[in-house]
């Protein structure tokens, strides 16, 4: 078993799939996209509700934010993420964080630890983007210590995220492959997933957030956010100007009456013990 006292090696020679190339594109901007969405991280990491010198193990980690949160109740934190370039912004906005917060370059599907080393594990709009749901599921449970505790955040099917998605997808070269992410984002999917691993519980929040514009949160997207930064890359002048306009109007339905946003987004929380 891995000492959670000794540095975790980074393996570097794993090649980079297309899907933590994508994840990666905002590099430390995706903290900001973090930033906007604190509310949902901080509601789940305080569902997980570490304790001091607890060994907990943040999957789909991104820039760490929610590590970070964990870290502040005391607990020891792994945080893992398959995108180096997220990885490296992590470690540097962790520098300041004590108990240190330790960094791996690992997938969801494949998660590099013994069976029952956790006491808590969470993912955070993580871990719900991995093509490999069952594994996934699979691996949060195997990780984690019977009496261990389990804490997600998940965007739910039928949301105002689900929506964005939908409006960004019509521009993409394909359908993405395999079950909907937002699975997640169901009690039911969730208990068909983890259900007999875990004992479930579920709360449902919305985020919070707020934006000067809509051209403030199209540079937002634009900068920090993977998927959509490798699409307004990659689109040529006249689709990308379309995919602005659909943009522009989605956001237009949270537009307050100062001419700024107030988005809402429903979001789901999944608190689990080991069985």
């Known amino acids: ?161 689900e929506d964005f998605f939908g409006v960004a997808g019509a521009y993409a070269d394909a359908p993405p492959a395999g079950p909907s992410p937002f699975a997640w984002g169901d009690p039911e999917g969730v208990r068909d997933l983890l259900g007999k691993d875990f004992d479930l519980a579920f709360e449902a929040g919305v985020n919070n957030a707020y934006h000067e514009s809509q051209q403030h949160i199209w540079d937002w997207y634009a900068r920090g956010f993977g998927p959509i930064r490798q699409m307004a890359e990659s689109l040529d002048p006249d689709r990308l100007e379309a995919f602005r306009r659909d943009i522009d109007a989605y956001h237009r339905h949270f537009l307050t009456e100062s001419g700024r946003l107030h988005v809402k987004r429903d979001y789901l929380v999944t608190i689990g013990t080991r069985k």
């Open 1 to 161: 078993m891995q000492s959670l006292s000794e540095p975790l090696p980074v393996r570097n020679n794993a090649p980079v799939s297309p899907a933590a190339r994508m994840w990666g594109l905002g590099g430390r901007h995706y903290d900001e996209v973090s930033f906007a969405i604190s509310d949902a991280l901080a509601h789940a990491a305080q569902r997980l509700a570490p304790r001091p010198g607890e060994s907990v193990l943040d999957v789909a980690t991104g820039t760490g934010w929610t590590a970070r949160n964990c870290a502040r109740f005391g607990a020891d934190v792994v945080g893992v993420d398959f995108s180096g370039e997220l990885l490296a912004a992590a470690e540097e906005l962790s520098a300041h964080i004590h108990p240190p917060i330790r960094y791996e370059l690992a997938d969801a599907e494949d998660l590099p630890f013994a069976d029952a080393q956790f006491d808590g594990v969470i993912s955070t709009f993580g871990v719900m983007f991995a093509p490999g749901q069952e594994r996934a599921a699979a691996e949060l449970a195997r990780v984690c210590k019977p009496g261990g505790r389990l804490a997600l955040a998940t965007w739910p099917p039928g949301g105002t995220v």
